[in-house]
């Protein structure tokens, strides 16, 4: 069964620029996460999906941070634009329903110069 | 708002010995779920073992296991038979009984010594 894919690995962009992320859930999953992991520190969840609508994005900073899941598979994360701040590992997970077992992918690693 | 606290930083175990993880959460809710996830080198984020607040016994999964104190708002992680592929970062989280409101704990890195 292939896992969490996501894309890039890693991107280096320099502050006011625009990014995007790109995440591959397991097929068949309903629900899908963004977290920001910042060096040292654990995930923090930006935004949850359930099939395609928002359940929490209490947590996203919405004046730069965007995603969405219009098809309710993949899903794009989007800073814009970016701050030396938002350097961070991007994680995305997905789970077959809402409480059960979340599986992670690999993370898109952010720095911002 | 739910915090999840994890008091040890750094941990060190012989291999073969066993090891406890600490952690600690606060919330006003009586049903949820608490975790105990491995984050090794590579990043991707692995599940070791669940606890659904509302079974009183302690999940076991071969050679981890949690004590689950409710009262005391306490999850530790035991590892037994510690090995060198044990080393990682090692993350508490806490979701509610809907699998939302998830909070992850500041981690803990386990070094494995031969």
């Known amino acids: 069964e292939a896992g969490v894919a996501q894309s890039p690995r890693y991107k280096i962009i320099e502050k006011r620029q625009s990014v995007a992320f790109w995440c591959n859930p397991i097929?068949?999953?309903?629900?899908l996460y963004w977290y920001q992991q910042i060096l040292g520190q654990g995930p923090k969840l930006l935004i949850q999906?359930?099939?395609?609508?928002?359940?929490?994005d209490s947590q996203l900073p919405k004046d730069r941070f965007s995603a969405e899941r219009l098809k309710g598979v993949d899903s794009t994360l989007k800073i814009q634009p970016a701050k030396l701040e938002d350097s961070a590992v991007y994680l995305c997970?997905?789970?077959?329903?809402?409480?059960?077992?979340?599986?992670f992918g690999q993370g898109t690693r952010l720095t911002v110069v | 708002a739910q915090t999840v606290t994890q008091s040890q930083p750094e941990m060190s175990v012989q291999e073969a010995e066993t090891v406890t993880l600490s952690c600690t959460y606060d919330?006003?809710?009586?049903?949820?779920?608490l975790f105990w996830y491995k984050q090794p080198p590579s990043r991707q984020m692995i599940l070791v073992i669940r606890?659904?607040?509302?079974?009183?016994q302690n999940a076991t999964e071969n050679r981890f296991s949690v004590n689950f104190q409710k009262a005391a708002k306490s999850f530790s992680l035991k590892i037994s038979d510690s090995q060198l592929g044990d080393a990682a970062m090692y993350f508490c989280?806490?979701?509610?009984?809907?699998?939302?409101?998830?909070?992850f704990g500041p981690g803990t890195r386990l070094s494995v010594l031969p």
């Open positions: 997970a997905s789970s077959l329903d809402l409480s059960t077992e979340a599986f």
């Open positions: 919330t006003s809710e009586s049903d949820y779920y």
């Open positions: 606890q659904e607040a509302y079974k009183q």
């Open positions: 999906f359930q099939n395609n609508g928002v359940v929490d």
């Open positions: 097929s068949g999953h309903a629900t």
């Open positions: 989280a806490y979701s509610d009984n809907y699998g939302q409101n998830f909070v």
